[in-house]
T-cell receptor, first 115, second 115 residues
Framework: DTGVSQDPRHKITKRGQNVTFRCDPI?????LYWYRQTLGQGPEFLTY????????KSRLLSDRFSAERPKGSFSTLEIQRTEQGDSAMYLC?????????????FGEGSWLTVV | DQQVKQNSPSLSVQEGRISILNCDYT??????FLWYKKYPAEGPTFLIS?????DKNEDGRFTVFLNKSAKHLSLHIVPSQPGDSAVYFC??????????????FGTGTRLKVLA
């Protein structure tokens, strides 16, 4: 049973560069989430998909951020023109839309450092 | 506006004793709650959930209590073990009321279990 997989685990980039993170959810899960976590804070919601449809986006997701889930399986999160304030752990999670529960399972996260 | 609050940033407990982690929320529409454990540089690991139709849920050493009138939940770990040392997050979602499946997280409590 494979869990949520994220790639790369670590990324160091220069300010102004673009970066892309990939997330592969648990295989039968149809909901996929992106969160961001900075030191001393809890995970902050960015966006989520049900299948390929992006159902909700946070105000945190500025124009420089875009997320896609083209075939309802894996997802990518792209950050354009990175800024130092983008340095954080980007967490992907997935869940199965069934029943009354909706437990979300996280991947290991992708660390971004913008220098 | 912090809708989910964990007011104790840290807690130390002796091995074998009970650990009690607290979480308060402000949005009365929250109806599903999760607890996660997080080690450094890893993604959060799901521990236990509770729906607003219950006031208690148990899973092994972990028990979650929900007091809807006080908008308060707590996680009890008995007996505490050194491997429980981690940061614990509570998360809440209003998904039955509003149809949104996003979770709002607290800022976490760092638990240290002393051997």
């Amino acid at each position: 049973d494979t869990g949520v997989s994220q790639d790369p685990r670590h990324k160091i980039t220069k300010r102004g560069q673009n970066v892309t993170f990939r997330c592969d959810p648990i295989s039968e899960h149809n909901r996929l989430y992106w969160y961001r976590q900075t030191l001393g804070q809890g995970p902050e919601f960015l966006t989520y998909f049900q299948n390929e449809a992006q159902l909700e986006k946070s105000r945190l997701l500025s124009d420089r951020f875009s997320a896609e889930r083209p075939k309802g399986s894996f997802s990518t999160l792209e950050i354009q023109r990175t800024e130092q304030g983008d340095s954080a752990m980007y967490l992907c999670a997935s869940s199965l839309a069934a029943g009354t529960g909706n437990t979300i399972y996280f991947g290991e996260g992708s660390w971004l450092t913008v220098v | 506006d912090q809708q989910v609050k964990q007011n104790s940033p840290s807690l130390s407990v002796q091995e074998g004793r009970i650990s009690i982690l607290n979480c308060d929320y402000t949005n009365s529409m929250f109806d599903y709650f999760l607890w996660y454990k997080k080690y450094p540089a890893e993604g959060p690991t799901f521990l236990i959930s509770i729906s607003s139709i219950k006031d208690k849920n148990e899973d092994g050493r972990f028990t979650v209590f929900l007091n809807k009138s006080a908008k308060h939940l707590s996680l009890h770990i008995v007996p505490s073990q050194p491997g429980d040392s981690a940061v614990y997050f509570c998360a809440a979602s209003p998904f039955l009321f509003s149809g949104t499946y996003k979770y709002i997280f607290g800022t976490g409590t760092r638990l240290k279990v002393l051997a």
